[in-house]
């Protein structure tokens, strides 16, 4: 009886071995692709701010209504300037949060303005290159 437990973890240990080498090669296959390229790169940023913003923004309603420890208007702005401009402002109009705050109306617009300045600069620079 022991010796067959002990072989049947011995298998399983082995399979779990196969799966996770399995795993780490398909993750190591889709982030070589993604970071191949700076467009890419760059678009993959874009999509995990924006979602971390959304979230962020429906987070701090929650606990806004929950009279809970809010989110820092602070972080709320850092990570709408590190290129999640259009989720927060997504998430502000759609939970009706910090709308009526001069500080996110008009900030998280000039971001997104200076968001695609500067990705059509960088377009056309590499056009012109």
């Not at 080498?21 to 993604?34: K, R, T």
């Not at 809010?70 to 009706?96: F, N």
């Amino acid at each position: 009886m022991y010796d067959t437990c002990s072989t049947e973890i011995a298998l399983l240990m082995e399979y779990c071995g196969k799966l996770v080498d399995a795993i780490m090669y398909i993750v190591n296959v889709v982030f070589s692709f993604i970071f191949s390229n700076i467009w890419l790169t760059l678009l993959f940023w874009i999509l995990i701010i924006n979602f971390m913003a959304i979230f962020l923004m429906k987070k701090d309603k929650k606990y806004a209504e929950e009279n809970a420890r809010r989110i820092r208007e602070s972080t709320l702005l850092i990570v709408a300037l590190a290129g999640g401009a259009v989720g927060m402002y997504y998430a502000m109009y759609k939970y009706k949060h910090k709308t009526l705050h001069k500080k996110f109306t008009i900030s998280v617009p000039v971001f997104i303005v200076i968001h695609f300045a500067c990705i059509t600069y960088m377009l056309v620079s590499s056009f012109i290159v």
